[in-house]
């Protein structure tokens, strides 16, 4: 579904990819692992349009997404979960979740979606007319997943959807993650929560200094991965085996 083929991509002068390839095929799960300035970040704000790559390919359903602006690129069915999530705070649930649908013209299909989502998030069909910014950090999640999968996406990219939450809250996400994979939908996820991640996925790339270090299984990278080094950003292959850096 989703393909990068040897992308690079710079902020100025500063190279943040390097020949980064990555396969998500449709129904999958696939994390993307690694410590902070890795490049994560950077290959998901890149396949959203937000970066534009200065080398490399990317398609989605074997359409090229080459010069793409990011509303384009959602009309093309990719919704991205911002770090941070980026909620509108004085707006309410509901108008959160409008503004997730902005591509959608038939107002009878928006309505049940949104009736829907508050089947899905029943927080959050609780609380439609609640302002946004009066939610709790995982109920704040909740309804960022919620405002994306407001657009339809055949492909879902979330970034972080832990960062901050406390524990209890993180393991309600994660299970939610996994309730959406199981019904269907195509995830790309990045995550520090190297463990849970790989619970959960169906195959995952270890991303270094802007650099695929290796792919595989959750079993595959258990047994030849230092999860450790995962953390703390150091050399990620630890006994040898596995596919290595640039592998798809």
């Not at 993180?170 to 299970?175: E, M, S």
């Amino acid at each position: 579904m989703l393909e990068l083929k040897d992308v690079h991509a710079q902020y100025g002068a500063i190279v943040a990819l390097r020949g980064v390839s990555i396969h998500v095929a449709e129904g999958d799960l696939v994390g993307l692992l690694g410590a902070n300035g890795a490049g994560k970040t950077t290959t998901l704000l890149t396949i959203a349009g937000v970066i534009k790559p200065s080398r490399g390919e990317i398609t989605f359903r074997g359409v090229s997404l080459a010069g793409l602006p990011p509303e384009m690129i959602v009309r093309k069915g990719i919704a991205m979960v911002p770090e941070g999530r980026e909620i509108f705070p004085t707006l309410t649930v509901q108008q959160n979740l409008r503004l997730g649908a902005f591509i959608r013209r038939n107002r009878v299909e928006y309505r049940h979606d949104l009736e829907e989502m508050g089947e899905l998030f029943p927080i959050l069909g609780e609380r439609m007319h609640q302002s946004a910014g009066t939610l709790s950090g995982g109920e704040q999640q909740q309804l960022a997943i919620a405002r994306a999968l407001m657009s339809r996406p055949r492909l879902l990219i979330l970034d972080e959807p832990s960062l901050g939450l406390a524990p209890r809250l993180v393991d309600q996400v994660f299970r939610l993650i996994a309730r959406l994979r199981r019904e269907g939908m195509t995830i790309l996820l990045v995550e520090q929560n190297v463990i849970q991640t790989l619970r959960i996925v169906d195959r995952a790339y270890l991303i270094s200094m802007g650099q695929v270090e290796m792919s595989g299984t959750p079993e595959e990278l258990k047994r030849h991965v230092d999860m450790e080094s995962v953390y703390l950003g150091a050399t990620v292959a630890a006994r040898g085996g596995g596919q290595g850096r640039g592998a798809p």
